[in-house]
T-cell receptor, first 117, second 114 residues
Framework: ETGVTQTPRHLVMGMTNKKSLKCEQH?????MYWYKQSAKKPLELMFV???????ENNSVPSRFSPECPNSSHLFLHLHTLQPEDSALYLC????????????????FGSGTRLTVV | AQKVTQAQTEISVVEKEDVTLDCVYE???????LFWYKQPPSGELVFLIR??????QNEISGRYSWNFQKSTSSFNFTITASQVVDSAVYFC???????????FGKGTKLTVNP
């Protein structure tokens, strides 16, 4: 248990399906992130939320729709995905997005292994 | 632009050997932070260390040690007396001061054989 919980662990979906990934942390962190890890590619930052507000959208296609109802929960809504979207989706949190101070280490979840068929 | 290069894609060693994982970074910023993460087969990324650009002191934590050299833009990670449980993918990462973007290298897969 890392402190950041992601569900489901595995997901297989068709290209016309709508599904959601969930991330939850009770570490008291204020910033939450979605990362995508594809085979043979570096981890890619997708979205950043700080105090429930989205502060970063790293040119992510609109078929990925994040939602952050509070600082403890983060969702990634998926619709009409493509096979190339198959990847490990990792959620992370950190204590703060302090632009002036020291950057803290992120706490990552175990990820959701997504397969689009 | 920021970039992290982990030239070693895969390393295989025998238990009790020492192994060094290389990390070379590129950044134009004077304030930045370097990280190492471990990703075991279970998938989660485990935070190992954070180092800021103003602190070039090397660090040792048990069997782990890190060598930060600004002159060569490197932040190498050494595991002494490796164990089977050290088998994982190790990622080096970089973020500039004031940014929430953590830029990762492609990772080095370490296999420690008994």
């Amino acid at each position: 248990e890392t402190g950041v919980t992601q569900t489901p662990r595995h997901l297989v979906m068709g290209m016309t399906n709508k599904k959601s990934l969930k991330c939850e942390q009770h570490l008291g962190h204020n910033a939450m992130y979605w990362y995508k890890q594809s085979a043979k590619k570096p981890l890619e930052l997708m979205f950043v939320y700080n105090f429930k507000e989205q502060t970063e959208n790293n040119s992510v296609p609109s078929r990925f729709s994040p939602e952050c109802p509070n600082s403890s929960h983060l969702f990634l809504h998926l619709h009409t995905l493509q096979p190339e979207d198959s990847a490990l989706y990792l959620c992370a949190s950190s204590p703060t997005l302090d632009r002036e101070g020291e950057r803290y280490g992120y706490t990552f979840g175990s990820g959701t292994r997504l397969t689009v068929v | 632009a920021q970039k992290v290069t982990q030239a070693q894609t895969e390393i295989s060693v025998v238990e009790k050997e020492d192994v060094t994982l290389d990390c070379v970074y590129e950044t134009r910023d004077t304030t930045y932070y370097l990280f190492w993460y471990k990703q075991p087969p279970s998938g989660e990324l485990v935070f190992l260390i954070r180092r800021n650009s103003f602190d070039e002191q090397n660090e040792i934590s048990g069997r782990y040690s890190w060598n930060f050299q600004k002159s060569t833009s490197s932040f190498n990670f050494t595991i002494t007396a490796s164990q089977v449980v050290d088998s994982a993918v190790y990622f080096c990462a970089l973020t500039q001061g004031g940014s929430e973007k953590l830029v990762f290298g492609k990772g080095t897969k370490l296999t420690v054989n008994p």
